[in-house]
């Protein structure tokens, strides 16, 4: 829990605060300058809730299958699949509401909230949880063993590094761009992003219809796979 919390406040500190006192300025969506340090600090509170949401809805998920036996005993009683699927996705929201809310706390100390819409940046990384775990939890029943567990962290780095999180988009040549626009992380940057900086505008709603659709994919996923394996 601690190094969930504390992980993306070293990042803030030694790259937005540290590194950003040489870089500056940067451009937000909306073509106004901001500092670097509230830049990739909306970023960083994206990650803080799919890191969240993500170690749940895996790791945890992966013991009470495998080694706990629990969704056996679970799925005997008169809960069905989804019951358990949004079971374990809630506790998997707690993690990163208390991730991003301790970070976004963090943010408003260090002045890098920088627009009133700020507050909705909690209800943003409760739905970029909430995507995350719904696939999580499905992906993770497909996977045996531990060594196959490191697979996630092989997905999960590169989309934290690449997905414009510590700098814009627009370096990458345009293929690469369409590539990191189709991945979920990204929305969830340019969502909370416009938030904490006041760089509202029609595309909000492409990232907020994204993770709609993510929930309703990752639930009807995760269901079909729990029912698959345990009661067909």
Do not use: C
């Amino acid at each position: 829990m601690l190094t969930g919390v504390f992980e993306p406040v070293f990042y803030l500190l030694a790259l937005g605060i540290g590194l950003g006192g040489y870089i500056g300025g940067v451009q937000n969506a909306q073509g106004d300058t901001i500092p670097y340090a509230a830049y990739i600090a909306p970023a960083l509170l994206a990650v803080s809730a799919m890191n969240g949401a993500i170690y749940d809805s895996t790791w945890n998920v992966f013991f009470k299958m495998h080694f706990g036996k629990l969704y056996q005993g679970m799925l005997a009683t008169r809960l069905g699949p989804l019951d358990v699927a949004l079971g374990e996705i809630s506790l998997a929201l707690l993690r990163g509401a208390a991730y991003g809310l301790t970070f976004l706390l963090v943010m408003q100390a260090l002045g890098l909230n920088l627009s009133w819409t700020a507050v909705f940046a909690l209800p943003a990384i409760l739905l970029i949880a909430f995507g995350f775990a719904s696939l999580g939890m499905g992906i993770t029943s497909y996977l045996k063993t531990f060594q196959q567990m490191d697979w996630i962290q092989f997905i999960m780095l590169p989309m934290f590094l690449f997905s414009a999180t510590f700098y814009p988009l627009t370096v990458y040549p345009a293929p690469i761009q369409w590539f990191i626009q189709a991945l979920p992380l990204w929305h969830g940057v340019e969502l909370v992003r416009g938030l904490t900086t006041g760089a509202i505008g029609p595309a909000m709603l492409v990232h907020l219809l994204y993770f709609v659709l993510m929930i309703a994919i990752g639930l009807v996923f995760t269901t079909r796979r729990l029912r698959a394996l345990f009661l067909d």
